[in-house]
């Protein structure tokens, strides 16, 4: 499995509206342990989701079922592996 950081650009105007159905996306996928974290910037402007897949393209089809991304609440999205060291949710290497 890896771990991807995930960055998304808002269109301002669809945001209001699709924010409760993509709240529950991003909360049942981190009941099933695929998001660690998600949330807005501090500006407004977009959201970093960190998420965990076997793959780049397994993870795009998890967050191409986003309601942001369906419902066009999405203006750029960036998708980087990340490899994580240090947190203490990282489990430890044997």
Do not use: C
Not at 39 to 63: F, K
């Amino acid at each position: 499995m890896a771990w991807f950081l995930v960055e998304i650009t808002y269109v301002q105007e669809k945001l209001a509206d699709v924010r409760p159905r993509h709240r529950e996306f991003l909360s049942r996928l981190a009941d099933e342990g695929v998001v660690a974290l998600g949330g807005p910037l501090g500006d407004g402007s977009g959201g970093i989701s960190m998420y965990q897949a076997a793959d780049e393209a397994a993870l795009l089809e998890i967050i191409d079922q986003d309601p942001y991304h369906l419902e066009g609440v999405v203006a750029e999205r960036t998708v980087r592996e990340f490899k994580p060291v240090i947190g203490s949710w990282i489990p430890k290497e044997a």
